[in-house]
């Protein structure tokens, strides 16, 4: 399963990602700190290949001499071109499967499969309309939110590319885009104070101020990057510098699980966060006095904040497949309650390209996505999906270049590792609603809103993204779109 996606902006992940090198005392460390999963002993490995090689006809064992093989010289080839380059170089085709292209988007998701989570980034091509799994890593636990943000500390002329991962381990993994290959995160923000015990089990000794539970929530600050906002099962929110990789505050407002959190997009002090306590705090961090509560009837799952030509509306959906829209400047009723799920309503999405447009996703077995028009806030479902298949979602997000294209993170009753792929202007009545020379989003306060031009060219309809095999070296596979399409 899919526990949750995001989107990386074209532009930003580098051409052609490095290769992490290790020492051979990191490589150690790694292996020793990876004894945990229980692989073939040489002994029973060696039993299982004689029963087999026991099984073959005596005489085919005679002919290959078989019985010598293990004995022959393994270097014995080697000695036939002592001119031979055994150094594995990258041609022209194995440059083109690596490079990622200026108009690429990354599509950054999580995945479960038994005991083995990872984190895998797939390069999205919206001229081409196709994707595939550039690389992945090893998680240390099971997955349960993601972050993005281009923060990077030491080179201001170019943007970073990390992601913050939040999983059932009190640490905050946070990991590079930009590098392959790496057994470990670039960094984690608390965590066990010796890292080579990130992936073994039992408890360890934890570093000063970090969470003490799962990680439920993050939120990277897009005002302030090097500041990332965190909520735990441990009931605390929590707010780290990237910079020293030391938390700058604590709070205890909730008494119980905090499931969300979020930063305001304009306001660089300012965070939201809600929880199993039914309670939503809005507040700055430069003072821990909560400057407004809100206060509901179930447990809350998400929160976010509008991002169009509105200021201080934020969404606020629930366990029982409630959706609520407040203006903080008068917060005292909703500017609308919507019943949009039977179930909890786990995943919002709004897209920053078509205001008005709401995507909401919840664990039903069917209309589990749906679609709606917010515009003057009088919500309309535009879309409800039917399809069995789509089984429970767990995340959803919009293409922040091209408008309209979901990333949805599920469920789906066939198995499927990659991140389904959705376009709504592919409904006409998505085209009907917002297929127009501008849009309106009026203010609650006024009449007259700003005018927002949204005009563009759908593109086509997007499935299912195939995976590329993640061996190194490759072979060959010939040009980009022809072996890189969506099904």
């Given at each position: 399963?899919?526990?949750?996606?995001?989107?990386?902006?074209?532009?930003?992940?580098?051409?052609?990602?490095?290769?992490?090198?290790?020492?051979?005392?990191?490589?150690?460390?790694?292996?020793?700190?990876?004894?945990?999963?229980?692989?073939?002993?040489?002994?029973?490995?060696?039993?299982?290949?004689?029963?087999?090689?026991?099984?073959?006809?005596?005489?085919?064992?005679?002919?290959?001499?078989?019985?010598?093989?293990?004995?022959?010289?393994?270097?014995?080839?080697?000695?036939?071109?002592?001119?031979?380059?055994l150094k594995y170089e990258m041609d022209s085709d194995d440059?083109?499967?690596?490079?990622?292209?200026?108009?690429?988007?990354?599509?950054?998701?999580?995945?479960?499969?038994?005991?083995?989570?990872?984190?895998?980034?797939?390069?999205?091509?919206?001229?081409?309309?196709?994707?595939?799994?550039?690389?992945?890593?090893?998680?240390?636990?099971?997955?349960?939110?993601?972050?993005?943000?281009?923060?990077?500390?030491?080179?201001?002329?170019?943007?970073?590319?990390?992601?913050?991962?939040?999983?059932?381990?009190?640490?905050?993994?946070?990991?590079?885009?930009?590098?392959?290959?790496?057994?470990?995160?670039?960094?984690?923000?608390?965590?066990?104070?010796?890292?080579?015990?990130?992936?073994?089990?039992?408890?360890?000794?934890?570093?000063?101020?970090?969470?003490?539970?799962?990680?439920?929530?993050?939120?990277?600050?897009?005002?302030?990057?090097?500041?990332?906002?965190?909520?735990?099962?441990?009931?605390?929110?929590?707010?780290?510098?990237?910079?020293?990789?030391?938390?700058?505050?604590?709070?205890?407002?909730?008494?119980?699980?905090?499931?969300?959190?979020?930063?305001?997009?304009?306001?660089?002090?300012?965070?939201?966060?809600?929880?199993?306590?039914?309670?939503?705090?809005?507040?700055?961090?430069?003072?821990?006095?909560?400057?407004?509560?809100?206060?509901?009837?179930?447990?809350?799952?998400?929160?976010?904040?509008?991002?169009?030509?509105?200021?201080?509306?934020?969404?606020?959906?629930?366990?029982?497949?409630?959706?609520?829209?407040?203006?903080?400047?008068?917060?005292?009723?909703?500017?609308?309650?919507?019943?949009?799920?039977?179930?909890?309503?786990?995943?919002?999405?709004?897209?920053?390209?078509?205001?008005?447009?709401?995507?909401?996703?919840?664990?039903?077995?069917?209309?589990?996505?749906?679609?709606?028009?917010?515009?003057?806030?009088?919500?309309?479902?535009?879309?409800?999906?039917?399809?069995?298949?789509?089984?429970?979602?767990?995340?959803?997000?919009?293409?922040?270049?091209?408008?309209?294209?979901?990333?949805?993170?599920?469920?789906?009753?066939?198995?499927?590792?990659?991140?389904?792929?959705?376009?709504?202007?592919?409904?006409?009545?998505?085209?009907?609603?917002?297929?127009?020379?501008?849009?309106?989003?009026?203010?609650?306060?006024?009449?007259?809103?700003?005018?927002?031009?949204?005009?563009?060219?759908?593109?086509?309809?997007?499935?299912?993204?195939?995976?590329?095999?993640?061996?190194?070296?490759?072979?060959?596979?010939?040009?980009?779109?022809?072996?890189?399409?969506?099904?």
């Amino acid at each position: 399963m899919l526990s949750s996606v995001i989107w990386v902006a074209k532009g930003i992940a580098a051409s052609l990602p490095q290769t992490i090198d290790l020492t051979e005392q990191e490589k150690s460390q790694f292996l020793a700190s990876a004894q945990q999963y229980q692989l073939p002993t040489e002994e029973k490995t060696n039993q299982d290949q004689n029963t087999k090689i026991d099984a073959v006809n005596p005489d085919i064992i005679k002919e290959y001499n078989l019985d010598d093989y293990d004995n022959e010289n393994e270097d014995a080839f080697l000695q036939e071109d002592s001119n031979m380059d055994l150094k594995y170089e990258m041609d022209s085709d194995d440059i083109e499967e690596e490079m990622i292209r200026p108009t690429d988007n990354l599509i950054v998701s999580t995945l479960v499969q038994e005991d083995i989570s990872t984190l895998q980034v797939l390069v999205y091509d919206p001229e081409r309309e196709h994707a595939y799994i550039h690389h992945d890593y090893v998680l240390s636990s099971y997955p349960l939110c993601l972050s993005w943000h281009g923060y990077h500390s030491k080179k201001e002329d170019k943007k970073g590319n990390l992601v913050a991962v939040g999983t059932f381990e009190p640490g905050i993994e946070i990991w590079d885009l930009d590098v392959l290959d790496a057994p470990l995160p670039t960094f984690v923000l608390g965590g066990p104070k010796d890292l080579n015990n990130m992936y073994s089990q039992g408890s360890h000794e934890l570093t000063p101020d970090s969470h003490k539970d799962a990680v439920l929530g993050l939120s990277w600050n897009s005002v302030q990057s090097n500041v990332v906002g965190s909520c735990s099962a441990d009931k605390s929110i929590k707010v780290w510098d990237l910079e020293t990789l030391k938390c700058l505050a604590t709070f205890n407002k909730h008494k119980d699980k905090v499931q969300t959190v979020s930063w305001y997009h304009e306001e660089s002090s300012i965070i939201a966060s809600g929880g199993f306590d039914n309670h939503v705090y809005i507040f700055d961090v430069r003072n821990h006095a909560a400057a407004i509560h809100l206060e509901f009837e179930h447990c809350i799952e998400s929160i976010r904040w509008i991002p169009w030509n509105v200021k201080n509306h934020v969404l606020v959906s629930c366990e029982n497949g409630m959706i609520y829209c407040y203006d903080l400047a008068n917060y005292k009723q909703p500017l609308f309650r919507l019943a949009a799920h039977s179930d909890a309503c786990q995943a919002l999405a709004l897209d920053p390209l078509t205001p008005g447009l709401l995507a909401s996703g919840s664990p039903e077995k069917s209309d589990s996505l749906k679609l709606w028009n917010i515009t003057d806030y009088k919500p309309s479902c535009i879309y409800s999906n039917s399809e069995s298949d789509m089984g429970p979602i767990f995340g959803l997000n919009f293409n922040p270049d091209v408008r309209g294209i979901l990333s949805i993170a599920n469920q789906p009753e066939r198995k499927n590792v990659i991140p389904r792929v959705f376009n709504a202007f592919t409904l006409s009545a998505t085209r009907q609603a917002f297929n127009k020379n501008s849009f309106v989003v009026q203010e609650s306060t006024s009449d007259q809103g700003a005018t927002v031009d949204i005009f563009k060219d759908s593109v086509d309809v997007v499935e299912d993204v195939p995976a590329r095999p993640s061996n190194r070296p490759k072979k060959k596979s010939g040009a980009r779109k022809k072996n890189r399409k969506f099904r």
